[in-house]
């Protein structure tokens, strides 16, 4: 072979590796698209979801458009690691971005059409996914090949081998909303990484080689069968390469990894409405705060960590209480309009009714898209009535033991208008709890099913509040120099029409007419809600007064200084009333309150601390006679006049079981029993609870079922219940405790009692 023909074959077998090499080259230069800076490489960018956390370490929820949460390289269990490495890059220590071996192992599996596994290194999956773009196939697959070898080995310089596989891990898309590895741990298992067994741990690695095709949620029994060989075969490679024994493997093989599958979305879950009520308040946080670049934090990708006040056993507990209460009134409600042609609207005739849809049609969505969409009003109306579909809708359910529970049922050939129709029937109901001490918001239910029902009936809606509302009156009476066991005659209490700018003369009434013309003690009044005396002392003191305490006690709404203020004619949220309610077991101090103690961000740094707002609103000694006060509507108050111990709320004792418990709370009732309420307090909760129809127009026909005793305290009630059986609760709510008032206080409200009969059930409002 001459010289010539001998250069010709080694350019023929170099040119190959020539080209490779110049194809590198000029990739690294940039000359076939750009690449990452190295600011980039150094700061690679992750869309991080923000988590919200209860006080005791419970993870509520996330808000994301990834759902991504980091995760660190502590928290990642070894067989984790193991597995990756044995299925994915067995040299991953050893090589630096590329493996030389794997690489001829791939070509010779293309040349001769031999399986012979892939070629790409955990360095160069991570930069895929971080930095290339996804070709279909061609010249254009090739080069981004070259890229990627680019830049793993650009990483492997900056980065060590443990920060890689945390970023590879933390990046990789599982599907189903799993967006890194401790969501999928989360999605998948309901478990943190670190927990994650050596089983399913090989069958998330086995997902990395195309999450769909080895879905282990997919309906289809062939990706399910799929997903189980796959995770074998992850398996039989940490077998092979001796992170685990034949023993364990032959016993792993076998084993049925069970999926325990917990939804991201935000509907599911614990606590939907608060973290709804949070998602609006951090969004405006991050538009009101800046990081160190200048930029706004957002709430969606800079994986913000928030620290709430919620307890999430309180919050459970107060979740179950609504849904035992409001399914069973459901059907109570259901029975009592039966047959009735206008249910559940009472005294309205058809065309007022109507009028009732038409409003709740223009607050539609639906009705707001078409109308975005350019239909004229007719045709929208026409839509709403005539045409049909399968709705899903919510419907109480119980399971096999025959606890209750938000489910669905579906209805085929359903028009909109009579699936507005069906929902009008639904009783509502709006809870919060928190500690009068602190401020802090224990638990917050909004509704009795975010998925059908959305509306907010903490803290966005708000209705009229009647006799809860009462206890401020008194106190600005004892703040006046009035005691507990001083009398007032009950009868009529005129506002002249003239003295009183009003359109004619007012004289509130009594629920019933009993206890005419005697005389009755205030904390008879108060115990079983009077108006008269109300009135009485409204009189005495004037609205001016009232609305000027209203301010002192974080009351945000609006109130105008009239008479009727006394009877609670005005609106105002669960969240204002619970925390008005606040001043009283706090000794007279209102505090805000607050639902978020901290917002760190994503490298554990505080952001914010907070801390509720204070105002001092009446004197130690008042607040403390009204608790008291508040205790006799629970155990009832005695009359020398009347000859009976009655309260509004004595059925906590009676039917409830708290007759040893130092516990109050108000009743409220509002006209034609739209409105039931109850604000219950103890030692260290304060609890307020509204139930009623979306529409005032819709509600029992009678006082027995409609008044706030039946309605509204029972959900206190059993939520109470829960949590005085559960001894493992932080601060010891649950304990039996007494509240902090003075024997000089308790002094004071020792009257006539020397012929006191057993508690009764009489309630009147």
Known sequence: MSKTQKTLVWVLVLSPFLILFSLVQFTALGLFGPLPSLEELDNPENNLATQVFSEDGVRLGEYYFENRKSCQYQELPPHLIEALIATEDI??????????????RAVYGVLTKKESGGASTISQQLAKLMFTEQPAAGIDRVMQKIKEWVISAQLEKRYTKKEIILMYLNKFDWINNAVGIRSASHIYFSKEPKELSIAESAMLVGMLKNPSAYNPLSSNKKIKQAALIRRNVVLSQMFKYNFISKPEYDNLRKTTVAINYKSPFHPDGSATYF???????????????FKSDGSQYNLYTDGLQVYTTINSKLQNYAEDAVTEHLSSLQTDFDNHWKGYKNAPFHNLDSKQINTIYKQTIKRSERYKKL??????????????KDSTYTMNLFAWKKDIKGTPFAGEITVENMTPLDSIKYNKSFIHSGMMSMDPHTGYVKAYVGGINYKHFQYDHVTQGKRQVGSTFKPFLYALAIQNGYLPCDEVLNVPVVFDKDEWGLSEDWIPQNSADDYENIPITLKFGLANSINTITAYIMKQIGPHAVVDLAKKIGIKSEILPVPSLCLGTFDLSVYEMVGAYSTFVNKGVWKEPIFITKIVDKNGVILEEFSPKTQEAMSEETADIIVRMLQKVKDGAYSESVKKKLGTAVRLNYKYGFNEREMGGKTGTTQNNSDGWFIGVTPDLVTGVWSGCEDRAAHFRSTTLGQGANMALPVFAEYMQRVYADSTLTNNVGEKKKFNISKQT??????DENNIENNSEEEFE
């Not at 040299?91 to 001829?104: M, N, Q, Y």
């Not at 973290?275 to 705060?289: D, S």
């Open 371 to 384: 109308k975005k969409r350019g239909f004229s009003e007719e045709e929208i109306m026409s839509f709403f």
């Open 275 to 289: 973290r709804e009520f949070l998602r609006g308040y951090l969004r405006n946080w991050c538009a009101n705060n």
């Open 91 to 104: 040299r991953f220590e050893s090589h630096s971005g590329v493996d030389a071996r794997s690489l001829f």
């Open 746 to 751: 308790d002094l004071k409200l020792i009257c």
